[in-house]
DNA sequence: ACTTGTGAAACAATTCACAGCA
DNA sequence: TGCTGTGAATTGTTTCACAAGT
């Protein structure tokens, strides 16, 4: 347990650990080794152990960690305990897809209002019965039906625009579909999905292989753990970069 | 110019640059300065030197660099110049909003075909006019219509089973929106996009910055520079961790 | 015997600071 | 003077290797 800043790849992967432990716990499994959780993530077991030291001491010297307490000690962390509102601001194609996606729910995660600028949407109903806002509701919203979350699917000139109304209406942590990176205050947090950016960095990956048909690195890391894969070929580490990350694109 | 391994976060932020230079480009911007772009992507001015210092030597002391002869370097390390073909496997809400989203064409990528695995989707013709077919395509598909990357957007329990058959049929490339982290071989790349993953981190954030209301660390950040943002709060610098990396979840 | 937790070592990425050139 | 390019310094992250606990 030390007090050093927590990576931000470290809060990345706790997810993903939560995301195994709940299917073990539903599994019925009642213990699991760093081993095996590592190897479900694919990442190095000592990574999964330092993740977890970070926050405290969760493991038995022998014997592993039991899946339903590590799953509500990550939970817990990651502050994923109740219901979260997240609000949608733009009525395309990605927000249709987001509320219809079932991962939501299942985390927590429910969708209090869409809201658009444009006028033409505004007034719509959307398939799952909600009815798009107008900007002007926002504050409301926000205050009156406890949202810090929200997310960003308008056309990249309104982003900013958009941030800016969301900052100031009280909203922490946003999750930006718009291409580019906007200005928010040091106590909001943003996070950036961008497909086309993420293919890019697949077709940088592509063209390189090509040109260097059997290269030492690859081979370097072919000769690395495969930590538990069953499969015949040499398995890449996901090591979480790109991250978008994400990282976050 | 070094021959060290190019960090998988520099090819993120080497998209993010492109993108700004199109939209300088298309302002009829013709030079812009290391300090200019940086500020727009909201890194440090010296990271995209840096970035750049990977590949060669592309500007003008005491000047910066040329827009379009930038865009066109950068264009072609990404490896981003001809039409790239893209297949989709799974008929779902997301495989619906990535056929609207006007990123990918605007980016050279096209969507060649939308395959499924689940009987009832086959045959389905999509808004686009485009007809699911079923996975015995998928071989014949990529062989003969020169496709390199797929999305996988199916339900968790079957990702894995279709990411063998891409691989098997000679994808290079997989997007995928599945929660669960796959094994491909060495000379395949992979990179994750889950939304709920992102909104947990989020959560993290939020829930940190009510423990500690004025945290040193922010303080600390605070001080350093904004690059030249017009924003009246101290900005945050993205160090497009998560990445998510870019960097990808 | 087996597995956690963690300092220390190794490795990687970012930022500084300035030489070098237009 | 002004801006790039880059070694060196700094900062951050991952992995190793083993002590400690059951």
Chains 1, 2 share one sequence.
Not at 121 to 150: C, F, H, W, Y
Not at 205 to 224: D, F, P, Y
């Amino acid at each position: 347990m030390k007090k050093t800043n927590v990576p931000a790849a470290t809060i990345i992967r706790l997810s993903v650990y939560q995301r195994y432990l709940k299917r073990l716990l539903a599994g019925g499994v009642k213990v699991v080794s760093s081993q095996d959780l590592a190897s479900q993530a694919n990442v190095n077991p000592a990574q999964l152990r330092k993740d977890l030291s970070y926050f405290g001491r969760f493991g038995v010297r022998g014997v592993g960690y039991c899946v339903s307490t590590l799953l509500q000690k990550i939970s817990a962390i990651l502050g994923v305990i109740e219901q979260r509102n997240v609000i949608l601001v733009g009525a395309g194609p990605i927000t249709q897809a987001l509320l219809r996606h079932p991962g939501f729910p299942q985390q927590g995660y429910h969708f209090e209002a869409v809201l658009d600028v444009d006028e033409k949407n505004i007034g719509k109903t959307l398939e799952n019965g909600m009815v798009v806002q107008p900007m002007d509701s926002l504050k409301e919203i926000v205050e009156e039906r406890n949202v810090e979350l929200a997310v960003i699917a308008v056309p990249l000139e309104q982003s900013q625009k958009i941030g800016d109304m969301l900052v100031e209406a009280g909203i922490k942590g946003i999750l930006s579909f718009s291409p580019n990176r906007i200005k928010v205050p040091l106590n909001v947090s943003i996070q950036y999905i961008d497909f086309t950016i993420l293919l890019d960095s697949l077709t940088y990956n592509i063209s390189r292989g090509r040109k260097k048909k059997t290269t030492e690195v690859l081979e370097k890391k072919a000769q690395k753990l495969k930590w538990g894969s069953e499969h015949s070929w040499p398995v890449v580490q996901s090591n979480s970069k790109g991250y978008n990350a994400g990282l976050s694109t």
